[in-house]
């Protein structure tokens, strides 16, 4: 559109939800070529005299942000006055803009009060925006009753190629002639009605875009960037799971939410799409899986990249990589990401994306965005048709709720086929203005659409890769709002389609609803409501916060028959273990004070003072401190796989494993001595601190040749069995300063980092094979005999080592001080006779020391190989039998069903009629069932009189 037609502030545009609207003469909306960089966008700005639209200040902090993207520019100028028609000439005739449009804004809303509020911090001057003028939308039926293409008023067409962007509306463009002239979809729509012969003005829909960003994010002002495999148990896990990846001790809402004991449940498998509408997703990403297929909406072409900082935080809570050791780990990590984005944020763009994910084959939606009906801004029918078709291909459909701590939720939250989420804090109410949280600034908006809540702020997230994202890395620790608590309910969904592939998108909604936990009980009375039948609820948290572990479990529980289907004939499910032969139930993991305790004694210097009954004397202050490392062990896993063998039909082999062999002090003496977990760390602790390369190795050789005999605990770790103390200096190196190296948490990091090594050490000397060897002594307890009994499949073994899982306990045991070389060790507690000076100074230290805590546990976990192996066999998928053989196995399976079934049913008849005769009495007329026979064997037959022989 030429905005500097003089009848251009007279245009009047009849918006679908909200009436009339005029044209805003001050505000105007820039669509960008794609792929321009910020500089050239500002520069573009700059040159036509024009600038970024920001809204006024909304209190401590804005909770809604202007709709500026990477392909949309809100505009105005200095003055706030009428934008000048040679700036808008200038812009339009730029090779880096697509249109230029002014801003519309409803009459009802400029009729109002000024500054009237629509919603909490958005006034009645903000409800604004804009009409795509390029292309619009008339419903097929009616273009197919008034003459198709052919009726079509000049500078109108139907595109040749290009997807279907709204189901039943057929998608017409503007010819650039018309375009060039300043006619655009709004002048051409008006002609449209009677070219067609259109019965009704519903019949033709525009894309409206909103001035108003729809993202869930709650940004702080002073935050804002400075920049131009599914495996399935169905048993509460005893423990939680733990992955490698280095950011996972920050992600406390996966934690919060009980993910890691989910993951003993059911991880995500790539089978599984869950689509992100939203500014895209950083497609290159190393931690994230995303779909072959992705989509920018407001371009039509094939590419989800990002047009935004938005999406790719989005994308990482849902299904960031697990256990890759880089990042951090996804809800539902090893899920697809399928990236849809939208340049505008235009309605038409949000229903094409629901389109586009139902027909792609996503099964879940993740929707971190909304907007308010008084804020004018979308039509909100096109979105809820899309919302439909999506709803009715099975996607489960997550939205947020907003940040605006109203008592109203956003479309598409607001609306009943969508799982509208909420936000929690770290004390598990509801994220509200005031709270005790680092954010008080904000709250999550709730109200009778709210579904759920979830964890929604400090939340750990993948981010665009370099410095284009909200971060100079890639990843970002603060993500928040309730943008980030509904990928996290969205990756739930993710994970239940994982284990249950054949769950509705009713039945996951559900689940989902059920399972939450009823935060804060003193603070919310849940109850049963008219409409929520999935429990207790209440407005300010729905059904509580979702639990990853419990919603898990209620779909195992729910997926499985086996109760109702082994009582009957013909069942095939497995019946319970007699009690007889039962296990004995399993011994509980030792209590945490019960732990594998190392020692270590850090020397730190402190500085010259002058000290001692008034005698100045320049003496230099130490302080030594002894740190406690407790491994504690939290259980047993299964390792890496060692290898694999496949045995054909009566096929076997003798496995041995004799990984004790490694080094002989004799001919005769055919085992020795593995170095453990204790002495490996002991050597890589002298190793450490010494100067000599060689003191790791010389202290591993010792070990191995003297199994027997104790370490030297001079290393640094001393008490390696149970005592706290050897002979000698206690901790043989001095540290630069306690600020540098004596918090609990950088004793903790590197005594961690020593065990993980020792570990690996560990692993690499250890090894299974397959053997021959035939040495008596062993063969009884090393060898396994496995024998594949089929007929016709192979059986595949894999054969994985059993490893102890760890984890790292420290605290600062005790804190020494002296002055000089030859003083005793006082501890910190006895400072009598000192100068005032020399005390503050020994405090400050001290308090240096504690300003991490005095104790602290690592969040990485620490595996240890153990001699034990654990088989797994799984039964080859191919039969190797010819296919005649094949079949009459098959056949004979048949008949022993079927004589099961036979007999099964003859005794629940016998049964029946021995219960008819005992309640009819002594009297009772027998019948007569007449002699059958099962397998050659007769059963027993009654006569009249009622008696069996």
Same mark, same amino acid.
């Given at each position: 559109?030429?905005?500097?037609?003089?009848?251009?502030?007279?245009?009047?545009?009849?918006?679908?939800a909200?009436?009339?609207?005029?044209?805003?003469?001050?505000?105007?909306?820039v669509?960008? *070529?794609?792929?321009?960089?910020?500089?050239?966008?500002?520069?573009?700005l700059?040159?036509?005299?024009l600038?970024?639209?920001v809204?006024?200040?909304?209190?401590?902090?804005?909770?809604?942000?202007?709709?500026?993207?990477?392909?949309?520019?809100?505009?105005?100028?200095?003055?706030?006055?009428?934008?000048?028609?040679?700036?808008?000439?200038? =812009?339009?005739?730029?090779?880096?803009?697509?249109w230029v449009?002014p801003?519309?804004?409803?009459?009802?809303?400029?009729?109002?009060?000024?500054?009237?509020?629509?919603?909490?911090?958005?006034g009645?001057?903000?409800?604004?925006?804009?009409?795509?003028?390029?292309?619009?939308?008339?419903?097929?039926?009616?273009?197919?009753?008034?003459?198709g293409?052919?009726?079509?008023?000049?500078?109108?067409?139907?595109?040749?190629? &290009?997807?279907?962007?709204?189901?039943?509306?057929?998608?017409?463009?503007?010819d650039?002639?018309?375009?060039?002239?300043?006619?655009?979809?709004?002048?051409?729509?008006?002609?449209?009605?009677?070219?067609?012969?259109?019965a009704?003005?519903?019949?033709?829909?525009?894309?409206?875009?909103?001035?108003?960003?729809?993202?869930?994010?709650?940004?702080?002002?002073?935050?804002?960037?400075?920049?131009?495999?599914?495996?399935?148990?169905?048993?509460?896990?005893?423990?939680p799971?733990t992955?490698n990846?280095?950011?996972?001790?920050?992600?406390?809402?996966?934690?919060?939410?009980?993910?890691?004991?989910?993951?003993?449940i059911?991880?995500?498998?790539?089978?599984?799409?869950?689509?992100?509408?939203?500014?895209?997703?950083?497609?290159?990403?190393?931690?994230?899986?995303?779909?072959?297929?992705?989509?920018?909406?407001?371009?039509?072409?094939?590419?989800?990249?990002?047009?935004?900082?938005?999406?790719?935080?989005?994308?990482?809570i849902?299904?960031?990589?697990?256990?890759?050791?880089?990042? !951090?780990?996804?809800?539902?990590?090893?899920?697809?990401?399928?990236?849809?984005?939208?340049?505008?944020?235009?309605?038409?763009?949000?229903?094409?994306?629901?389109?586009?994910?139902?027909?792609?084959?996503?099964?879940v939606?993740?929707?971190?965005?909304?907007?308010?009906?008084?804020?004018?801004?979308?039509?909100?029918?096109?979105?809820?048709?899309?919302?439909?078709?999506?709803?009715?291909?099975?996607?489960?459909?997550?939205?947020?709720?907003?940040?605006?701590?109203?008592?109203?939720s956003?479309?598409p939250?607001?609306?009943?086929?969508?799982?509208?989420?909420?936000?929690?804090?770290?004390?598990?109410?509801?994220?509200?203005?005031?709270?005790?949280?680092?954010?008080?600034?904000?709250?999550?908006?709730? &109200?009778?659409?709210?579904?759920?809540?979830?964890?929604c702020?400090?939340?750990?997230a993948?981010?665009?890769?370099?410095?284009?994202?909200?971060?100079?890395?890639?990843?970002?620790?603060?993500?928040?709002?309730?943008?980030?608590?509904?990928?996290?309910?969205?990756g739930?969904a993710a994970?239940?389609?994982?284990?249950?592939?054949?769950?509705?998108?009713?039945?996951?909604?559900?689940?989902?609803?059920?399972?939450?936990?009823?935060?804060?009980?003193?603070?919310?009375?849940?109850?049963?409501?008219?409409?929520?039948p999935?429990?207790?609820?209440?407005?300010?948290?729905?059904?509580?916060?979702?639990?990853?572990?419990?919603?898990?479990?209620?779909?195992?529980a729910?997926?499985c028959?086996?109760?109702?289907?082994?009582?009957g004939?013909?069942?095939?499910?497995?019946?319970?273990?007699?009690?007889?032969?039962?296990?004995?139930?399993p011994?509980?993991?030792l209590?945490?004070?019960?732990?594998?305790?190392?020692?270590?004694?850090?020397?730190?210097?402190?500085?010259?003072?002058?000290?001692?009954?008034?005698?100045?004397?320049?003496?230099?202050l130490?302080?030594?401190?002894?740190?406690?490392?407790?491994?504690?062990?939290?259980?047993?896993?299964q390792?890496?796989?060692?290898?694999?063998?496949?045995?054909?039909?009566?096929?076997?082999?003798?496995?041995?494993?004799?990984?004790?062999?490694?080094?002989?002090?004799?001919?005769?003496?055919?085992?020795?001595?593995?170095?453990?977990?204790?002495?490996?760390?002991?050597?890589?602790?002298?190793?450490?601190?010494?100067?000599a390369?060689?003191?790791?190795?010389d202290?591993?050789?010792?070990?191995?040749?003297?199994?027997?005999?104790?370490?030297?605990?001079?290393?640094?770790?001393?008490?390696?069995?149970?005592?706290?103390?050897?002979?000698g200096?206690?901790?043989?190196?001095?540290?630069?300063?306690v600020?540098?190296?004596g918090s609990?948490?950088?004793?903790?990091?590197?005594?961690?980092?020593?065990?993980?090594?020792?570990?690996?050490?560990?692993?690499?000397?250890?090894?299974?094979?397959?053997?021959?060897?035939?040495?008596?002594?062993?063969v009884?307890?090393?060898?396994?005999?496995?024998?594949?009994?089929?007929?016709?499949?192979?059986?595949?073994?894999?054969?994985?080592?059993?490893?102890?899982?760890?984890?790292?306990?420290?605290?600062i045991?005790?804190?020494e001080?002296?002055?000089?070389?030859?003083?005793?060790?006082?501890?910190?507690?006895? =400072?009598?006779?000192?100068?005032?000076?020399l005390?503050?100074?020994?405090?400050?230290?001290?308090n240096?020391?504690?300003?991490?805590?005095?104790?602290?546990?690592?969040?990485?976990?620490?595996?240890?190989?153990?001699?034990?192996?654990?088989?797994?066999?799984?039964?080859?998928?191919?039969?190797?039998?010819?296919?005649?053989?094949?079949?009459?196995?098959?056949?004979?399976?048949?008949?022993?069903?079927?004589?099961?079934?036979?007999?099964? !049913?003859e005794?629940?008849?016998?049964?029946?009629?021995?219960?008819?005769?005992? *309640?009819?009495?002594?009297?009772?007329?027998?019948l007569?069932?007449?002699?059958?026979?099962?397998?050659?064997?007769?059963?027993?037959?009654?006569d009249?009189?009622?008696?069996?022989?």
């Amino acid at each position: 559109m030429n905005t500097s037609d003089k009848g251009a502030s007279a245009l009047t545009f009849n918006h679908p939800a909200n009436g009339p609207s005029r044209v805003d003469p001050t505000l105007a909306a820039v669509r960008w *070529r794609d792929k321009l960089s910020a500089e050239e966008r500002t520069k573009a700005l700059a040159d036509a005299g024009l600038q970024l639209f920001v809204l006024p200040k909304q209190g401590d902090a804005p909770l809604v942000q202007v709709n500026q993207t990477e392909g949309l520019s809100w505009v105005c100028n200095s003055s706030g006055d009428a934008l000048p028609a040679a700036a808008l000439k200038k =812009l339009e005739a730029s090779p880096l803009v697509q249109w230029v449009m002014p801003a519309l804004r409803p009459e009802s809303a400029a009729s109002a009060k000024r500054g009237a509020e629509l919603s909490p911090g958005v006034g009645a001057d903000m409800a604004a925006f804009t009409v795509n003028p390029t292309r619009l939308y008339v419903r097929q039926a009616a273009f197919d009753q008034g003459g198709g293409a052919g009726a079509l008023p000049k500078g109108l067409n139907v595109p040749s190629a &290009g997807p279907t962007r709204l189901r039943g509306y057929v998608t017409l463009q503007v010819d650039d002639a018309s375009f060039a002239a300043g006619r655009t979809a709004m002048h051409l729509g008006s002609t449209l009605a009677p070219s067609l012969k259109l019965a009704t003005p519903a019949d033709i829909r525009f894309e409206t875009i909103p001035l108003l960003s729809p993202m869930a994010h709650a940004m702080h002002a002073e935050t804002r960037p400075a920049r131009s495999s599914g495996a399935l148990s169905c048993r509460p896990p005893s423990e939680p799971y733990t992955p490698n990846d280095p950011m996972f001790g920050t992600q406390w809402g996966l934690q919060r939410i009980q993910a890691p004991r989910g993951w003993q449940i059911a991880r995500g498998v790539p089978s599984v799409t869950v689509a992100v509408i939203d500014q895209g997703v950083e497609l290159g990403h190393p931690d994230l899986l995303l779909h072959p297929n992705s989509l920018n909406a407001s371009n039509d072409l094939p590419d989800g990249s990002p047009v935004g900082n938005h999406g790719t935080p989005c994308a990482g809570i849902i299904g960031a990589r697990m256990d890759n050791a880089q990042g !951090l780990a996804g809800v539902a990590g090893g899920v697809q990401v399928m990236a849809i984005a939208t340049s505008t944020w235009a309605d038409a763009d949000i229903a094409e994306g629901l389109y586009f994910a139902a027909d792609q084959g996503a099964q879940v939606v993740s929707m971190s965005f909304g907007v308010y009906p008084s804020w004018g801004m979308w039509d909100f029918d096109l979105i809820r048709d899309a919302l439909q078709y999506a709803h009715e291909q099975g996607l489960v459909l997550v939205a947020a709720s907003g940040n605006e701590n109203w008592n109203q939720s956003r479309f598409p939250g607001s609306d009943a086929r969508t799982l509208c989420v909420g936000g929690s804090n770290r004390s598990d109410e509801r994220k509200r203005n005031g709270d005790t949280s680092i954010e008080p600034w904000w709250g999550a908006s709730w &109200g009778p659409d709210v579904d759920v809540v979830a964890p929604c702020l400090e939340i750990a997230a993948t981010d665009r890769l370099g410095a284009a994202g909200y971060t100079a890395t890639d990843y970002t620790d603060r993500f928040n709002g309730t943008s980030s608590a509904t990928p996290l309910v969205a990756g739930l969904a993710a994970l239940l389609k994982s284990m249950s592939p054949t769950l509705s998108n009713v039945q996951v909604r559900s689940i989902i609803e059920r399972t939450c936990d009823k935060i804060s009980p003193a603070l919310y009375t849940y109850a049963n409501v008219a409409g929520k039948p999935s429990g207790t609820w209440h407005e300010e948290v729905g059904y509580g916060r979702v639990n990853v572990e419990r919603a898990l479990l209620e779909a195992c529980a729910e997926g499985c028959d086996c109760d109702a289907g082994c009582s009957g004939c013909g069942g095939e499910c497995i019946e319970p273990t007699p009690a007889p032969c039962r296990g004995p139930a399993p011994v509980p993991w030792l209590p945490f004070d019960r732990c594998m305790y190392f020692y270590e004694a850090r020397t730190f210097d402190g500085g010259s003072s002058a000290v001692n009954n008034g005698v100045a004397a320049a003496q230099r202050l130490r302080l030594r401190v002894t740190y406690q490392h407790c491994l504690k062990l939290v259980g047993r896993q299964q390792g890496p796989l060692l290898y694999t063998t496949t045995l054909l039909p009566g096929e076997q082999v003798r496995l041995f494993e004799y990984d004790r062999y490694r080094r002989t002090r004799a001919e005769t003496q055919r085992v020795s001595v593995h170095t453990s977990l204790r002495q490996t760390l002991s050597a890589l602790s002298q190793s450490r601190r010494s100067s000599a390369s060689s003191a790791y190795f010389d202290t591993i050789n010792e070990i191995r040749t003297h199994a027997d005999s104790s370490v030297s605990a001079g290393g640094g770790l001393a008490g390696f069995f149970g005592a706290p103390t050897v002979k000698g200096e206690f901790g043989v190196d001095t540290e630069t300063t306690v600020a540098s190296g004596g918090s609990v948490r950088t004793a903790s990091e590197q005594f961690t980092q020593m065990a993980l090594t020792a570990s690996q050490a560990i692993e690499a000397e250890r090894s299974l094979v397959v053997s021959t060897f035939e040495e008596q002594e062993h063969v009884s307890t090393t060898a396994r005999q496995l024998h594949n009994a089929n007929h016709c499949y192979a059986v595949t073994y894999y054969v994985r080592r059993v490893m102890e899982a760890y984890e790292v306990h420290s605290r600062i045991e005790s804190v020494e001080w002296r002055l000089g070389d030859g003083m005793p060790w006082r501890s910190v507690d006895d =400072l009598a006779g000192l100068p005032d000076a020399l005390q503050k100074m020994i405090g400050e230290l001290v308090n240096q020391l504690h300003k991490d805590g005095n104790a602290t546990r690592d969040a990485r976990s620490i595996t240890v190989p153990t001699d034990g192996t654990v088989y797994e066999a799984e039964l080859a998928h191919c039969a190797s039998c010819e296919p005649v053989r094949l079949a009459e196995d098959q056949v004979r399976l048949e008949q022993l069903r079927l004589q099961a079934r036979r007999a099964c !049913l003859e005794t629940e008849l016998l049964e029946l009629e021995v219960e008819r005769r005992r *309640r009819a009495g002594p009297d009772a007329t027998g019948l007569n069932l007449g002699t059958w026979t099962l397998g050659g064997v007769a059963l027993p037959v009654v006569d009249d009189g009622g008696h069996s022989h």
